[in-house]
């Protein structure tokens, strides 16, 4: 994956959507990277959850996310990207 920071994804995303609370999309970004950190996994297929996708969809990996497996071109914050 792509790292990027949080201040940097969460700028991005809220320029493509104006409507989005910015400071609620803020806390659950951190709350999806922490919930990595701590070990959370995809309800699917027990891989680690994907924190971009998990904060702008539903908690779940990037493959169950996307239908992809290949996430070399997507982002992922930058404090989790290897994890
Ligand atoms: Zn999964």
């Known amino acids: 994956m792509v790292p990027i920071s949080m201040e ?3 700028n991005k995303h809220c320029k493509n959507n104006p409507e989005e609370n910015r400071a609620q999309f803020k806390e659950n970004l951190k709350q999806a990277v922490q919930d990595k950190k701590n070990g959370v996994t995809c309800d699917n297929c027990g891989e680690r959850i994907w ?3 998990s904060t702008v969809s539903h908690y779940a990996c990037f ?3 996307t239908g992809e497996a ?3 071109g997507d982002y992922e914050i930058d404090e989790v990207c290897l994890l």
């Open 8 to 10: 940097t994804f969460v």
């Open 51 to 53: 924190a971009i996708g």
């Open 63 to 65: 493959s169950c996310l």
């Open 70 to 72: 290949d996430s070399s």
